[in-house]
């Protein structure tokens, strides 16, 4: 065996194993062995029992879920599998079980059709990435096999077996937190089973506690779900509230994975929390003066040399825009780093512009209204900027005028010329 033909050997065992997995993906272990379990009863806290067998109903649409169209993965090939189903479906009788499962498989088969299209449109045809799409799971080909310790999809949280994730990283990330504070689902809307690995919470002869989850309000088995506690989006978000809740293994991996993207824009999701939060408010100030300040250090020459921007490394989003947040600086605000790290990085910023660069210190203005000598800056407190000739006035001279004398002074000269 030459070494390609390992390789391909390895790729078609692969294979095999993305089709069993997406097939365990999606049946639950345990379903074929419990028939015998149908009235066990789960009693909850609140002494109620609940019923835990499945419907026959349930059950059938749980089989009748086809294997194999997972690994249907180009458009061509999943229209192909919709003709053939469609010519199945017109073979059979009007009301029979065999129809009905054809009909559930066409329709899952045009979702997934919609969905790899979806897939593709974002990716661009032209990307020559080898992609494989598992229930939601956008698994790249990865040519060097990685080695990561965690074993949850980047996207979801979910989990990834190890023989998949040496060779393909799910693509998406998804870029909002759930926004709901625990979102509870219930129990019998899992079917009692854990939200993760499908395990039932009743087994014949033992019994599971139920773990919620507080990021999304889902159950979790104690494998899925270890009792360890991170902070939740959303209830910093609605009540500035950073206690640590538990979390399911995967929330908490997309929690920390996702910690440091600037995903928040406060100013859509929650912009009362500026006026409540003293500290948010004060870096939101200097955020912004941050913005207009890297104006000044792109065309100077001394800025760019001592690197000043790079300041910012740390929180490369900083120098973006002012209204985008990661959930770390929230954290970071709310125990009062960020305030420290911020305001030492403006004051910097601000001596070089105002005290020791004469490039920058010429780029100031003179206040046209009551013309005092002093140099003034947009991003001083007090000063308002004109919006179409950037002139720099204080407020309170401002206030008095109603448009800017600079714009006033340039129409009439235009009107002259006419
Ligand atoms: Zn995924
Ligand atoms: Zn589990
Ligand atoms: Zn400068
Ligand atoms: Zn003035
Ligand atoms: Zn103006």
Redesign the pocket.
Known sequence: MTIYQMVDFLKDRLNEGLGWISGALQYSPGKMDDSGDKESLWSSEDGKSHDMSLTDEAEENYFSFPIDDSLLQTPDEIEDAIERVKALVLETEGVSEERRKLVQRLISLRLRLQDVKEIQEERGENSSEELRII?????IHQNQIVHRSPQY??????I?WTVVQHWYR?K?IDTEYIAQICPEVGLPDQNFTCFECKTRFTLKNSWMEPRICNYNGRYFCPICHKNNSHSIPARILHNWDFEEKPVSEGSRQFLILMARKPNINLDRVNPKLFSFVEDLNIVKRYREDIIIMKDFFMTCRDAVAQKLLRRLDEKQHFVESSCMYSLQDLIDINNGTMLKFIEKIHDAFERHIKETCQICKGKGFICEICENEQVIFPFDSATHQCSSCHAVFHNICFAKRESCPKCLRKSRRALNVL
């Open positions: 229930n939601h799971h956008q698994f999809c980047d996207r979801c949280g979910g990834i799910c998406g």
